[in-house]
């Protein structure tokens, strides 16, 4: 088997723009999905609206294409009726922390045994370069012609307020580092959160000085480095994998049945 | 034989698990939490029972939708507020053809309105809450013995169809308390009609309009109106097999009653001077039935507790203007009734001169 067959080539090319970063994640998570035997029989991909929700659509296992914001709510009762399924989310930072932010927020509290990839490219690309609550304060775009008022939302605190939580920060250039990420959070017993960041270079890169992708990854190469190994928390522009305490028993809240969890707290 | 005391509410959790539902997803909010709360003491004893108590009622209308692309059948259950927040989930639901279970039971809105008092004013959002075309099927019992009813039929209908289908209650019939004998009810009941997920396909499920390939049909009228009158087509036809209704009182009357829901039963007393049509199935509504009925009558009363929601459909079917007692502000009593019918000089002398028990 290839990770190739995990990916429905006769559609290619995609959708995405030259130089979108969506694809490196994409195969990315088809090679993780080839070693660790993921198939049309064990696992749903879930993907919300944006450019990332795209893809689903090109990979070879059935694959649900939700509402703006609601990937969370749609993947946790997959793998409350399906436990024994993979279920991994895939969808844009606007998508699953601006719009489905609640969802988010108590995706988190309930620590569903699903992994999220966070395409974060600190735009709404697909709508044409509007600020996100990824974006870095200052940072002009055509909702904000005078820079970005307020701070990006926190998703490390975010997702680490849950004790059980997995929490990996990583971008499009680091790809073994990516790799890995995407291969432990589908192995985690829990919620399990990849933020990727990685680039838009149509509707955001251009904008703020890019002249081409390449220089956007070349960025990343440069200001992003690899967390000290223990570390707990991650600084700002630094990669790697923040682990909780794996979850013991089911999640309380994905069957009455169960009495144990952090739901019980 | 086992007859019970029943509320309208808990027998509506029994329908459903009757009918084979194994999910529930929902957001506490009167008047309907007695349904919520009824699959929460359910789940517990019966682990293949799935009960979440979600952050909201979006999530809530969304996770029944995940749980029946992966197998389940499933429901959720709200009122005005809630179900409003619900309509985009209800037109994704439209859009993917699956089948699932929304329970509305009515109170007073607008907004956070009348939170305890029952009222009928979301008999329109039922049919066109969400953006876009697409078309219901609601139903609306009347009593406790049909909300138990008709919750089977709401789910056998949703299978048929690959529809989200809505099933309608209201304050007061949720919290009404009935001697029932539910071994009396037998329905058939109409199996999973949905491959669930990971069968083996590479099935995209999307909102988005798309070719059967997944591609991108966003700019494509034909392609769109090909998808859509696929799914009206066998959406109607469906229905057409669901079409309940009930027919009665005083048939030789001159004016003909409609009345639905709880308005119905409020109505009662009313029977020896009347006749009464009651949809059941307000959705699709019934036009055949209306078109062949309402000619016996020299004048139409649509009895709501909205105001004229569902006299302006009569109206429309039927090409000819209707009397309008709406019962508004939870005021749904025989006393609302009898003023209603004053107000248009339509009320029979000895209901006048009748003392209110």
């Given at each position: 088997?290839?990770?190739?067959?995990?990916?429905?080539?006769?559609?290619?090319?995609?959708i995405?723009?030259?130089?979108?970063?969506?694809?490196?994640?994409?195969?990315?998570?088809?090679?993780?999905?080839?070693?660790?035997?993921?198939?049309?029989?064990?696992?749903?991909?879930?993907?919300?609206?944006?450019?990332?929700?795209?893809?689903?659509?090109?990979?070879?296992?059935?694959?649900?294409?939700?509402?703006?914001?609601?990937?969370?709510?749609?993947?946790?009762?997959?793998?409350?009726?399906?436990?024994?399924?993979n279920?991994?989310?895939?969808?844009?930072?606007?998508?699953?922390?601006?719009?489905?932010?609640?969802?988010?927020?108590?995706?988190?509290?309930?620590?569903p045994?699903?992994?999220?990839?966070?395409?974060?490219?600190?735009?709404?690309?697909?709508?044409?370069g509007?600020?996100?609550?990824?974006?870095?304060?200052?940072?002009?775009?055509?909702?904000?012609?005078?820079?970005?008022?307020?701070?990006?939302?926190?998703?490390q605190g975010?997702?680490?307020?849950?004790?059980?939580?997995?929490?990996?920060?990583?971008?499009?250039?680091?790809?073994?580092?990516?790799?890995?990420?995407?291969?432990?959070?589908?192995?985690?017993?829990?919620?399990a959160?990849?933020?990727?960041?990685?680039?838009c270079?149509?509707?955001?890169?251009?904008?703020?000085?890019?002249?081409?992708?390449?220089?956007?990854?070349?960025?990343?190469?440069?200001?992003?480095?690899?967390?000290?190994?223990?570390?707990?928390?991650?600084a700002?522009?630094?990669?790697?994998?923040?682990?909780?305490?794996?979850?013991?028993?089911e999640?309380v809240a994905?069957?009455?049945?169960?009495?144990n969890?952090?739901?019980?707290a | 034989m086992?007859?019970?005391?029943?509320?309208?509410?808990e027998?509506?959790?029994?329908g459903?698990?009757?009918?084979?539902?194994?999910?529930?997803?929902?957001?506490?909010?009167?008047?309907?939490?007695?349904?919520?709360?009824?699959?929460s003491?359910?789940?517990?004893?019966?682990?293949?029972?799935?009960?979440?108590?979600?952050?909201?009622?979006?999530?809530?209308?969304?996770?029944i939708?995940?749980?029946?692309?992966?197998?389940?059948?499933s429901?959720?259950?709200?009122?005005?507020?809630?179900?409003?927040l619900?309509?985009?989930?209800?037109?994704?639901?439209?859009?993917?053809?699956?089948?699932?279970?929304?329970?509305?039971?009515?109170?007073?809105?607008?907004?956070?309105?009348?939170?305890?008092?029952?009222?009928?004013?979301?008999?329109?959002?039922?049919?066109?809450?969400?953006?876009?075309?697409?078309?219901?099927?609601?139903?609306?019992?009347?009593?406790?013995?049909?909300?138990?009813?008709?919750?089977?039929?709401?789910?056998?209908?949703?299978?048929?169809s690959?529809?989200?289908?809505?099933?309608?209650?209201?304050?007061?019939?949720?919290h009404?308390?009935?001697?029932?004998?539910?071994?009396?009810?037998?329905?058939?009941?109409?199996?999973?009609?949905?491959?669930?997920?990971?069968?083996?396909?590479?099935?995209?499920?999307?909102?988005?309009?798309?070719?059967?390939?997944?591609?991108?049909?966003?700019?494509?009228?034909?392609?769109?109106?090909?998808?859509?009158?696929?799914?009206?087509?066998?959406?109607?036809?469906?229905?057409?097999?669901?079409?309940?209704?009930?027919?009665?009182?005083n048939?030789?009357?001159?004016?003909?009653?409609?009345?639905?829901?709880?308005?119905?039963r409020?109505?009662?007393?009313?029977?020896?001077?009347?006749?009464?049509?009651?949809?059941?199935?307000?959705?699709?509504?019934?036009?055949?039935?209306?078109?062949?009925?309402?000619?016996?009558?020299?004048?139409?009363?649509?009895?709501?507790?909205?105001?004229?929601?569902?006299?302006?459909?009569?109206?429309?079917?039927?090409?000819?203007?209707?009397?309008?007692?709406?019962?508004?502000?939870g005021?749904m009593?025989l006393?609302?009734?009898?003023?209603?019918?004053?107000?248009?000089?339509?009320?029979?002398?000895?209901?006048?001169?009748a003392?209110?028990?």
């Open positions: 088997m290839s990770y190739k067959d995990k990916l429905k080539t006769e559609l290619f090319p995609t995405w723009c030259p130089g979108c970063g969506i694809g490196l994640i994409m195969t990315q998570l088809a090679m993780v999905m080839d070693d660790l035997g993921l198939d049309k029989t064990n696992t749903v991909i879930v993907t919300g609206i944006g450019c990332t929700g795209r893809m689903g659509a090109y990979m070879q296992f059935d694959s649900v294409y939700t509402l703006h914001g609601r990937t969370l709510p749609v993947a946790e009762a997959i793998k409350t009726v399906r436990p024994e399924l279920v991994i989310v895939v969808s844009g930072d606007g998508d699953l922390t601006s719009i489905g932010g609640n969802h988010l927020l108590h995706a988190i509290r309930r620590n045994s699903i992994t999220v990839l966070c395409n974060n490219n600190e735009i709404y690309g697909l709508t044409g509007q600020t996100g609550p990824t974006t870095p304060v200052g940072t002009k775009t055509v909702s904000s012609p005078e820079g970005a008022t307020f701070s990006p939302v926190n998703l975010l997702v680490n307020t849950n004790g059980n939580a997995f929490y990996a920060k990583t971008t499009v250039y680091h790809q073994g580092q990516m790799r890995r990420a995407i291969k432990e959070a589908i192995e985690w017993p829990g919620f959160f990849v933020d990727i960041t990685s680039q270079i149509e509707n955001n890169g251009r904008r703020i000085g890019f002249p081409s992708a390449n220089e956007m990854l070349n960025y990343y190469k440069k200001e992003y480095r690899q967390a000290p190994p223990g570390s707990t928390q991650l700002y522009h630094q990669l790697g994998i923040v682990k909780g305490k794996p979850a013991e028993a999640p994905v069957g009455a049945g169960s009495k969890g952090s739901g019980e | 086992a007859k019970r005391l029943l509320q309208g509410n027998a509506v959790l029994l459903a698990v009757k009918a084979g539902a194994t999910y529930f997803a929902g957001y506490p909010i009167s008047p309907s939490s007695e349904i919520l709360m009824a699959a003491v359910y789940a517990a004893k019966h682990p293949e029972f799935r009960f979440l108590q979600a952050e909201d009622e979006i999530a809530s209308a969304n996770a939708i995940g749980a029946s692309l992966a197998g389940a059948k429901f959720t259950a709200t009122s005005g507020p809630g179900f409003s619900m309509q985009e989930a209800i037109g994704y639901a439209h859009k993917l053809g699956v089948p699932t279970v929304f329970v509305d039971v009515q109170r007073v809105g607008p907004a956070t309105g009348m939170p305890t008092m029952p009222g009928q004013g979301d008999i329109l959002q039922t049919r066109y809450g969400s953006s876009g075309d697409y078309t219901s099927i609601v139903f609306y019992p009347s009593s406790v013995a049909e909300c138990y009813e008709y919750t089977i039929q709401a789910f056998n209908c949703a299978e048929e690959q529809s989200p289908v809505v099933l309608l209650s209201d304050a007061f019939l949720g009404l308390n009935e001697i029932v004998d539910l071994d009396t009810i037998d329905v058939p009941i109409v199996p999973r009609t949905l491959e669930p997920l990971a069968s083996g396909h590479t099935r995209l499920f999307s909102g988005v309009a798309t070719y059967p390939d997944g591609e991108p049909a966003t700019a494509d009228a034909d392609e769109f109106i090909r998808q859509y009158e696929e799914a009206k087509e066998r959406r109607l036809e469906v229905a057409e097999r669901y079409a309940f209704y009930e027919y009665g009182w048939k030789d009357a001159e004016t003909l009653v409609i009345a639905f829901g709880i308005t119905r409020i109505a009662q007393p009313l029977a020896p001077h009347f006749a009464l049509f009651r949809p059941i199935r307000i959705w699709p509504v019934l036009q055949d039935q209306l078109r062949e009925i309402a000619p016996r009558y020299k004048r139409l009363i649509v009895i709501e507790g909205s105001d004229g929601q569902y006299a302006s459909v009569v109206e429309r079917v039927l090409y000819r203007d209707v009397h309008r007692v709406p019962l508004l502000g005021r009593s006393e609302a009734v009898r003023e209603g019918l004053d107000r248009i000089g339509l009320l029979p002398r000895d209901l006048a001169e003392t209110v028990s």
